[in-house]
């Protein structure tokens, strides 16, 4: 069975700080990954995804991920968070046809 | 575009009660999940319908848990009786078709507490 790990449960950053969340999985065949976020009170939504191709991938908000598959990796990463970046953060993966998996989270606290 | 629909957002009951949440999915959306997310974890799924058919339900506690999807559209979900450790919140997500390289999109979700 797919399982995801997400190995900060908190992360606390001042503004301008740059942001590495780290997510692992464990499959060993073709999987697309997801990192969701969710803001204070409001539904998840979708930062970012891989399926395919370039192994950098580019999301909203000037989030960004890199497939390493040879560490079943997908960091997620920002240069310079701001205040409205709080939030708590999912990674997920689906692998061949199942379910989407969840990570446990990390709940990012900026400080302005 | 309209979101994924949930009511109640809140709910509060009492252990051993019945409860039934509800689900609207984004128009022509064919799969719906059901996730339970348990304060402090990520979201588990409990349940994947493809139209009005079950992909994937090997997680839903079948004892207490039942969910249903008649017309492939709506979908409700009903605990019976309830525990104090189903309290957590509930959501729904919808995407265009079952795979992997489909956008699952959430509604707000609906959070029992059960006393």
């Known amino acids: 069975a797919q399982s995801v790990s997400q190995h900060n449960h908190h992360v606390i950053l001042s503004e301008a700080a740059s942001l590495e969340l780290g997510c692992n999985y464990s499959?060993?065949?073709?999987?697309?990954l997801f990192w969701y976020v969710q803001y204070p009170g409001q539904h998840l939504q979708l930062l970012l995804k891989?399926?395919?191709?370039?192994?950098l991938v580019k999301g909203i908000k000037g989030f960004e991920a890199e497939f390493i598959k040879s560490k079943f990796s997908f960091n997620l990463r920002k240069p310079s968070v701001q205040w409205s970046d709080t939030a708590e953060y999912f990674c997920?993966?689906?692998?061949?046809?199942?379910?989407?998996?969840f990570g446990g989270g990390t709940r990012l606290m900026v400080k302005p | 575009e309209a979101g994924v629909a949930q009511s109640p957002r809140y709910k509060i009951i009492e252990k051993r009660q019945s409860v039934a949440f509800w689900c609207n999915p984004i128009?022509?959306?064919?799969?719906l999940y059901w996730y339970q997310q348990i304060l402090g974890q990520g979201p588990k799924l409990l349940i994947q319908?493809?139209?009005?058919?079950?992909?994937?339900d090997s997680q839903l506690p079948k004892d207490r848990f039942s969910a249903e999807r008649l017309k492939g559209v709506d979908s409700t979900l009903k605990i019976q009786p309830a525990k104090l450790e189903d309290s957590a919140v509930y959501l729904c997500?919808?995407?265009?078709?079952?795979?992997?390289?489909?956008?699952?999109?959430f509604g707000q979700g609906t959070r029992l507490t059960v006393v």
């Open positions: 997500a919808s995407s265009l078709e079952t795979g992997g390289n489909t956008e699952a999109f």
């Open positions: 499959y060993g065949g073709t999987v697309n």
């Open positions: 891989y399926f395919s191709g370039d192994p």
């Open positions: 997920a993966v689906n692998a061949a046809g199942n379910m989407l998996t």
């Open positions: 128009s022509g959306h064919a799969t």
């Open positions: 319908f493809q139209n009005n058919g079950v992909v994937d």
